[in-house]
Each structure stands twice: as structure tokens, then as C-alpha cells.
């Protein structure tokens, strides 16, 4: 019985480590960005965000929640899903563009 449960429970962290890195990434293609990567590799892997609001940049993928990249010193420090606190995305469309 002890090698079925280890069993199962491998099978669940392996399925999980997908939800886990989602938490706290964002997934451009095959390419995945975290806090701690320069902001030209965000840039070089995901191309420019949708809008701009001083260090936040919101990217919006197509099937996916509205992400919120926080860059700090030209690099990533928090990637977090786009909120009703984040008004500043939401009085336009399009974000920062006119």
C-alpha cells in the first residue's frame, strides 16, 4: 500500500507543478518568464505588452487571464492576474494608448 500512495502522490505534484509555475509566471509560447528575468527577456519572449502603467505592463494573451508584469530595475519582480484594483487598465480599451 505504501508504493500506491507514493504512486498517487508523485502523480499529483508532477500534475500540479503546470498550476504551481502559473501562479507566479506568465507562458509566451514554449517560453516561460518569472520574477528574476531581465525585462529584454520578457520583451524578447513575449514582445510588448498590450498597456503600460509605470512598472506595470499588462499582457494579454487569447484564452488566458489578463496578466500583470511588475518590472523593477529592468527586471520582473512580481507577474500577478489582472484585478478590479487595477484601474488604471481599465479607463481605456487599450490601456495607456490614446
Known amino acids: 500500500m505504501s508504493n500506491n500512495y507514493l504512486s498517487v502522490l508523485t502523480v ?3 500534475l500540479s507543478v503546470p498550476l504551481i509555475t ?3 509566471s ?3 509560447g514554449g517560453d516561460i518568464i518569472s ?3 531581465t ?5 524578447d519572449v513575449c514582445g510588448n505588452p ?3 502603467e509605470g512598472g506595470d505592463w499588462l499582457y494579454e494573451k487569447e484564452g488566458s487571464i489578463p ?3 511588475t518590472i ?9 492576474d489582472l484585478d478590479e484594483s487595477d484601474a488604471g487598465f481599465g479607463t481605456h480599451p487599450l490601456g495607456d494608448r490614446p
Open 35 to 37: 520574477p528574476g528575468d
Open 26 to 28: 506568465l507562458r509566451c
Open 67 to 69: 496578466r500583470v508584469v
Open 39 to 43: 525585462e529584454q527577456q520578457l520583451l
Open 22 to 24: 502559473h501562479a507566479d
Open 72 to 80: 523593477g530595475n529592468g527586471v520582473v519582480m512580481f507577474i500577478r
Open 12 to 14: 499529483v505534484l508532477i
Open 50 to 52: 498590450v498597456s503600460r
